[in-house]
């Protein structure tokens, strides 16, 4: 190797990271940008026991015949495997971390290498959500953990977790691999571990009324660059118990009654399991239950109790007598009706004695002549119409 080239492959070895730096040692190249090679495809993801495939390491020099070597270098396990091939075929079932590097050694150049960016990726066996504390039966505004496990995975790092309750998104937390207790191990590191793992998601959440029948589902993404391939897991019905809440919109504190007309009291409660609805008052009282309906005719406490197996309540309604005016609002009117009768009545004999007394003036043409209509009083209708025939 000439001197020229020597310099050349130092300035280049300085630019690179220090874990690198080794390959400098005699001709290596670092630079993968240097080397004239090229990698079809790259990257290369592979689906786990999908059909053979392979990738395929040529040279992009101008002088094919500068070429002296091209192959494949992978890793099994602490072994490094060499084919002597431009070619590499993949074992879909087994190379979880081959590491795939093609070297070149090319005349004029020396010896330089290029990484293949490769994933053999397998979707999971099951993506499954429960309730760690292995009930689904929860209490209103209790805390509880659900647990998404996504079995045998690969790669991991490339695995997240979405949580959805209803059709609303969850903020995915920390994935956690499971049956991994050795932090140092090797094999529980997701930056590292390549081949099929089995991974889990916790959420801790709190549910109120408001999520009673609602579903929760978790979903397994890999994302693989081109694509993401999405798993979702079997909803998880909970069921949230909470106390009974009686509507009080339909039920006042006071309720009125008319005496002698019936007044329907509605009692209803929300509440899982569904409530019972039982009304309390003095036996005394005259009323008709039925369907949480109670039927009241006289004034006094009512007493309604919601109870389910979570706990009860109680409203207390106070039915307060309202006069009926209907009787007196029709002797109101009676009496106005035979009042302004007997006005009428009135004016129209003041009116009747007018008109006997005008009939007489009329008589006299004297008075006629002069005033002409102008003895209109509005009651003398009749006195222009006299003049003009
Ligand atoms: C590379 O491998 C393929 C298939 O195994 C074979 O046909 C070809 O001859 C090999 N090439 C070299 C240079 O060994
Ligand atoms: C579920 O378990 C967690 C801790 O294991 C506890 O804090 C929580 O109260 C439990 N929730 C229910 C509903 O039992
Ligand atoms: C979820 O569904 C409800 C009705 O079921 C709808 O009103 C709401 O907009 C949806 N939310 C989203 C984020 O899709
Ligand atoms: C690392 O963990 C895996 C699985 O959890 C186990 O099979 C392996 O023996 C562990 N290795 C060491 C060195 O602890
Ligand atoms: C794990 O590694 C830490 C340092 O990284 C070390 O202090 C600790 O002793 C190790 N634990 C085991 C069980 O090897
Ligand atoms: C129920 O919880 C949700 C959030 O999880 C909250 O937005 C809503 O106001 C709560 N409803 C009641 C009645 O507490
Ligand atoms: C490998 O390829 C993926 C896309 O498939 C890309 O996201 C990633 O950054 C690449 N890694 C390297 C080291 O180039
Ligand atoms: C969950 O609820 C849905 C409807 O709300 C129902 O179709 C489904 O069978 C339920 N699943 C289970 C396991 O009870
Ligand atoms: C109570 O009843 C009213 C009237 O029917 C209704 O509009 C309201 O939604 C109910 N409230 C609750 C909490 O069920
Ligand atoms: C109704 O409830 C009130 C207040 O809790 C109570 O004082 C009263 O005795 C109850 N009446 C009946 C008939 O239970």
Redesign the pocket.
């Given at each position: 190797m000439k001197a020229g080239n020597s310099v050349r492959l130092l300035s280049v070895c300085l630019t690179v990271t220090a874990e690198l730096l080794w390959l400098c040692n005699g001709t290596y190249f670092s630079a993968t940008q240097v080397c004239p090679i090229t990698i079809t495809p790259n990257p290369m993801v592979v689906q786990y026991k999908s059909r053979v495939q392979s990738a395929t390491c040529s040279s992009t020099t101008n002088n094919p015949t500068n070429v002296q070597y091209i192959y494949w270098e992978t890793q099994h396990g602490a072994q490094t495997i060499q084919s002597l091939n431009e070619t590499w075929f993949v074992d879909t079932h087994a190379d979880w971390d081959p590491r795939p590097v093609c070297t070149a050694v090319i005349k004029g150049i020396g010896t330089c290498y290029m990484n293949l960016n490769y994933t053999l990726y397998k979707t999971p066996d099951s993506v499954s959500i429960h309730a760690l504390n292995n009930t689904e039966l929860v209490m209103e505004d209790a805390e509880l953990q659900l647990q998404c496990a996504i079995v045998n995975v690969a790669p991991a790092h490339k695995l997240t977790v979405q949580w959805y309750r209803g059709n609303e998104t969850i903020e995915p937390d920390v994935l956690q691999m499971i049956d991994c207790w050795h932090e140092n191990n090797s094999s529980c590191n997701f930056a590292e571990v390549r081949s099929p793992v089995s991974v889990s998601s916790t959420i801790s959440v709190s549910l109120n009324r408001t999520h009673h029948g609602v579903q929760f589902r978790c979903e397994a993404q890999l994302d693989l660059g081109a694509e993401r391939i999405r798993m979702m897991s079997k909803p998880l019905n909970l069921t949230v118990l909470y106390k009974p809440?009686i509507?009080t919109?339909?039920l006042p504190k006071t309720i009125p009654v008319f005496q002698g007309y019936p007044e329907e009291l509605v009692c209803?409660a929300?509440g899982h399991p569904p409530p019972k609805i039982l009304w309390l008052y003095s036996s005394d009282k005259v009323s008709h239950v039925s369907e949480g309906k109670l039927t009241v005719y006289e004034a006094g406490f009512y007493n309604c109790t919601a109870i389910n197996d979570i706990d009860s309540t109680i409203h207390v309604v106070e039915v307060i007598l309202k006069e009926d005016y209907l009787p007196l609002i029709a002797g109101f009117v009676a009496i106005t009706v035979v009042v302004i009768s007997a006005i009428f009545l009135f004016i129209y004999s003041i009116y009747y004695k007018n008109t006997k007394m005008r009939r007489y003036s009329l008589k006299n043409p004297k008075l006629s002549n002069h005033n002409g209509n102008v003895a209109h009083n509005g009651w003398d209708l009749p006195l222009p119409m006299t003049k003009l025939t």
């Open positions: 809440i509507n919109t339909k209803e929300d």
